[in-house]
């Protein structure tokens, strides 16, 4: 039963993911009829035992996540908690919402290791600070698994990464924006959260790829939004005050897109058509927002690494060896295809 139900996550997952990497308008960072993940992630469960298993006793993990500032970050949220309340037989999560903090993260890791958990996952709202919380782990003998996000550690301070490769998103990104707006004019930029990875490698890969292949397109503003949308939408209202030419914006996830396309609709301009957009993530809301003209492009970032967090961590606590970065496998979506792949769509 347990076995049935771990390979029927894991079938959905992949799935979902061919379909999604079927409908990519843009391959080349998508493998067509590959699984969301590698090979390491999608491994199947041996016959005899569920993934997680890790003989008589539960496997305890400790899960530090960010906050609830996106419709990414809530769809990663519950891939962890429904894999632990379908698995509770085998799995036990302690699971903490720092509320955006970087000292909610530690203080949770800090009561994670007094409980003695088998294995941390953390999510860091930031990239810096955190050696000395880590080195406390590790003296403690508890593995680190960073899911989604990086940490500007030493690599002997965690265990491995789990996610995507922001750079390459962002320089797709860039492309994306440079077919849609015919290589040319002015863009504005909204930045995740500051000093977080997924914002800083985002923000490196499309400035990059920008000034190396485009001359003619020229980023007029860039500031943070923080990753949610309330601050996408404020910080556009102040964009287009100052910038009434500009023909794109590049948000570093959905949700800030979809705060930017309130605002540009509000000061009566057409969001999709007047201004482009071009963001990150494939949530539902930008895919209807695309069915509905209102946005143009969305470079997928998979969230649903549940299934996956607790099958690494199971291998950590039996021993094995693990990769120091799962690398997630993630599709593009233009608005062309975006009615023909949304009902298929897992978040
Ligand atoms: O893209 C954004 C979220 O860390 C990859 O965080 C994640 C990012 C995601 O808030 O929407």
Redesign the pocket.
Known sequence: MKKRLVSSILCAAMVAATIAGCGSAAPETAATTAPATTVEETETPKADAPATDVGSEKLVVGFAQ?GQ?????DA?TMSIQTYASEHTDTVELKFADAQQKQENQIKAIKSFIEQDVDVIGL?PVVETGWDQVFAEAQDAGIPIILL??TADVDESLYATFI??D?IEEGKEAARQMAELIGGKGKIVELE??VG???ATDRKTGFDEEIAANYPDIEIVASQTGD?TRAQGKEVMESFLKSNPDIVGVYA????MALGAIEAIKEAGLKPGEDIVTVS??GVKGIFEAMVAGEANCTVE?N?LLGPLFFETAAKLKNGESVEKWVKSVDGVFTSDIAADVIDSRAY
Do not use: Q
């Not at 500032?69 to 970050?73: A, K, L, N």
């Not at 570093?252 to 949700?255: G, I």
């Open positions: 960010i500032e996106s419709g990414w970050r990663e999510a989604d996000r996610g995507s922001f995740g959260t977080a990875s997924a990753f570093h996830n959905d949700d990150v993530d970032c969230p």
